[in-house]
């Protein structure tokens, strides 16, 4: 269902689908980012697992993080590098809202 729902938020194997979810992550990061979306973050992370539809097997399951994955892996070192705890918006939480059929931290 997680790879599913990445799908339907606009994170499709021919790219971001226009006037979707996807597209709002994609537009909110490059504003943050002055122009562009980062390698690692929700957006390319998101379409590469939309693309390859491995977001389930990475890790990012509709029942919440995997232990010993990709996805746990990702969380750990996007928690040391914030003190400690998961930035809203960050990627971990941004890919685990959608695979799980959520808005993706959308302010």
Known sequence: MSDQ???NAG???SGI???????SVMSR???EFGGGVRSGGPTSTLQEMGAKGSTHSS???SSGITSGSRASQ???EE???HGGGIPRGGTTST?????MGGKGGKR
């Open 95 to 99: 890919v685990l809202s959608i695979s």
């Open 59 to 61: 890790g990012f399951t």
């Open 11 to 13: 994170f499709t194997s």
């Open 17 to 23: 689908k226009e006037g979707s979810l996807a597209s």
């Open 79 to 81: 928690a040391r590098s």
């Open 5 to 7: 729902n990445v799908r």
């Open 29 to 31: 990061e490059a504003r």
């Open 74 to 76: 990702m969380m750990s």
